[in-house]
């Protein structure tokens, strides 16, 4: 089973970036598709961004294309999402997740994913 654990959230201003890193052990996620989803107060969790192993294909939410960079190293057992030009209503807690179901690509549905980390907060206001 993999073991998922996020950090590097905090408080940013609005325009500003912040670097997300999941770490993950147990299992090799090496053919995991790894997502990073998002809740912010009274909204369902959404998927914001995946990576797929081992082609490392991307795919994210239209909200955060341009803005946002998803991206893994295997050799650390991390995945990473870059996050610029953020906004006040970016604010949520995140979460990266992995799927119940290995394979080389990224489910999209969340209740594909099975095992999540705790989340992080990200707050983004002046």
């Known amino acids: 089973q993999v073991q998922l654990v996020e950090s590097g959230g905090g408080l940013v201003q609005p325009g500003g970036s912040l670097t997300l890193s999941c770490a993950t052990s147990?299992?090799?996620?090496?053919?995991?598709?790894i997502a990073w989803f998002r809740q912010a107060p009274g909204k369902e969790r959404e998927r914001v961004a995946c990576?797929?192993?081992?082609?490392?294909?991307?795919e994210y939410a239209d909200s955060v294309k341009g803005r946002f960079t998803i991206s893994r190293d295997n050799a650390k057992n991390t995945v990473y999402l870059q996050m610029d030009r953020l906004k006040p209503g970016e604010k949520a807690v995140y979460y990266c997740?992995?799927?119940?179901?290995?394979?080389?690509?990224?489910?999209?549905?969340?209740?594909?994913?099975?095992?999540w980390g705790q989340g992080t907060q990200v707050a983004v206001s002046s």
């Open positions: 997740a992995a799927p119940q179901i290995k394979a080389p690509f990224c489910w999209k549905g969340l209740a594909e994913y099975a095992h």
């Open positions: 147990g299992d090799t996620v090496d053919y995991y598709g």
């Open positions: 990576i797929s192993s081992p082609a490392g294909n991307t």
